[in-house]
């Protein structure tokens, strides 16, 4: 019967896997997480291209439009974000999700981001200005494990996409 290991050998157990991960990327100008893994260094993140005009934020209409594509195929959902390569492909399950679109009161807009997503990777809620962004860390945050659903919401319409564990 094996012995359980004290608390110091966990600790160094945990301390030498903790060595082995790779570190998050963050945007050099405000300092957000970037998920999106690229071989040319850290680039802009969506705020800062958002804030200084070089992206747009996605219009209501595009954002409806995107969920209604992810409830309807959600397999090509996952394919689709498992081949975009991110920093949290390795705890990512093998899996489906199951999708689907619900009205909510709007909270309004307030500054650059139009999308909420909760929960997300080491916050409880991100947000994002392109639908596409937040739609494929949905269906990460579900296939890590964080939590079984998340929720990415238009402020401006209170559009609801809920990603969920199948």
Request: with cysteine.
């Amino acid at each position: 019967m094996p012995m359980s290991m004290s608390r110091t050998e966990r600790l160094r157990h945990m301390h030498e896997r903790r060595l082995l991960w790779k570190p998050v990327p963050h945007c050099n100008t405000c300092g957000r997480a970037l998920t999106a893994v690229s071989d040319m260094g850290t680039a802009p993140c969506e705020r800062c291209l958002t804030v200084a005009g070089e992206v747009v934020a996605d219009t209501p209409a595009l954002v409806a439009a995107a969920f209604q594509a992810a409830s309807l195929d959600p397999d090509l959902l996952v394919e689709q974000t498992r081949t975009v390569p991110s920093i949290w492909d390795v705890r990512l399950r093998t899996g489906t999700v199951e999708t689907r679109v619900v009205s909510s009161s709007a909270r309004g807009q307030r500054g650059w981001a139009v999308l909420r997503l909760t929960p997300a990777f080491g916050a409880d809620v991100e947000v994002y200005a392109l639908a596409s962004s937040a739609i494929a860390e949905a269906v990460r945050v579900v296939l890590a494990a964080v939590d079984t659903t998340a929720r990415v919401v238009d402020v401006r319409t209170g559009r609801t996409l809920i990603v969920t564990a199948a």
